[in-house]
């Protein structure tokens, strides 16, 4: 939209951007990697922050608008992203649990070869994981919360602007017929006083006749 300042374009394509990062990371979850794209969660949180506050800084109603429905679906696009990387850390750890534990099932190969300490630290390990997992599972669930906390939040606002540039409507409409009356009773004022000369003029004639020919 032409009308969005540039600041505000700046921010959506930051935006964009990290959200491509992260699907990137997410598939390398998928796939087995323990990094996990935390700072560029927090990145577009941070950056759907300071859209929200550009949307009061933009030079029309047309352009408030579209940067709360851009809010608004980046935030909702941020939850999925959430719940997806949610998913792809509960199958890594799946996978991996499952491993572990057919590894120290297993009746032959380095395992049987290990001692008790060594079978003690995998248990450790793995606990030790999931406890991290855990953590982290819930530091995520409270920020989905916070995201749909913002999603009503930028919905109400959406529906304040409506109802603004409702009533806004509603006050032209009311200024354009007032200005309408107020045209039509100044002209039939002009006539009125026009009319009145008229007869003004008409009675001193009238006088000044009888006058000169009385």
Do not use: W
Not at 1 to 28: G, P, Y
Not at 104 to 110: A, K, R, V
């Amino acid at each position: 939209m032409d009308t969005v300042s540039d600041d505000a374009r700046l921010v959506l394509q930051q935006i964009f951007q990290s959200e491509i990062n992260v699907r990137l990371k997410i598939d390398e979850v998928k796939a087995g990697s323990e990094v996990l794209p935390s700072a560029l969660i927090q990145s577009i949180r941070s950056k759907l922050a300071v859209l929200k506050v550009k949307v009061k800084e933009q030079p029309s109603v047309d352009a408030e608008e579209f940067l709360l429905e851009q809010h608004k679906s980046h935030s909702e696009e941020l939850t999925v992203l959430q719940q997806q990387l949610r998913k792809a850390l509960s199958a890594q750890q799946e996978k991996k649990d499952k491993e572990e534990r057919q590894e120290l099932l297993s009746g032959g190969g380095p395992v049987r070869k290990r001692n008790n300490q060594d079978v003690t630290k995998i248990v450790e390990d793995i606990t030790n994981r999931m406890q991290r997992n855990n953590q982290m599972l819930a530091g995520m669930v409270r920020q989905q919360e916070e995201t749909v906390k913002s999603l009503a939040t930028s919905s109400s606002e959406i529906k304040e602007v409506e109802g603004e540039f409702n009533t806004l409507s509603s006050v032209l409409v009311s200024s354009h017929r007032l200005v309408t009356k107020f045209g039509r009773r100044a002209m039939t004022d002009t006539i009125l006083t026009y009319l009145g000369f008229f007869l003004f003029l008409c009675t001193v004639l009238y006088v000044i006749q009888k006058r000169i020919f009385s």
